[in-house]
Nanobody, 125 residues
Framework: QVQLVESGGGLVQAGGSLRLSCTAS????????MGWFRQAPGREREIVAA????????YSADSVKGRFTISRDNAKNTAYLQMNSLKPEDTAVYFC??????????????????WGQGTQVTVSS
């Protein structure tokens, strides 16, 4: 079992930047495919970005492509989501997720077994 803790959320003005971190404990971090999801009030949880075990395969949703970057540091047991050029529509609770089963990257919430508690990101206009 792996435990995930997100940090780095907060309030930022439109056009600003934030970096989210997801630190894992409990098992070998490099075994796990990692994903970042977000959920706004009244909306379903959606994929933001995902990264393979070694970082050689990455997916970014069209809505964040060119603005958000997912990365990982297996030596630090941490995944990151660098968010630039933030927009009010990026406001949501952001979750990191992990699973050992997928071969490369996983895009559906149902593919992830382990989840962090979430961190709020609010972008003001």
């Amino acid at each position: 079992q792996v435990q995930l803790v997100e940090s780095g959320g907060g309030l930022v003005q439109a056009g600003g930047s934030l970096r989210l971190s997801c630190t894992a404990s409990g098992r070998t971090f490099s075994w796990y495919v990692m994903g970042w999801f977000r959920q706004a009030p009244g909306r379903e949880r959606e994929i933001v970005a995902a990264i393979s075990r070694t970082g050689d395969s990455i997916y970014s949703a069209d809505s964040v492509k060119g603005r958000f970057t997912i990365s990982r540091d297996n030596a630090k047991n941490t995944a990151y989501l660098q968010m630039n050029s933030l927009k009010p529509e990026d406001t949501a609770v952001y979750f990191c997720a992990a699973d050992a089963a997928p071969l490369r990257v996983a895009l559906s919430p149902s593919e992830y077994r382990y989840w962090g508690q979430g961190t709020q990101v609010t972008v003001s206009s």
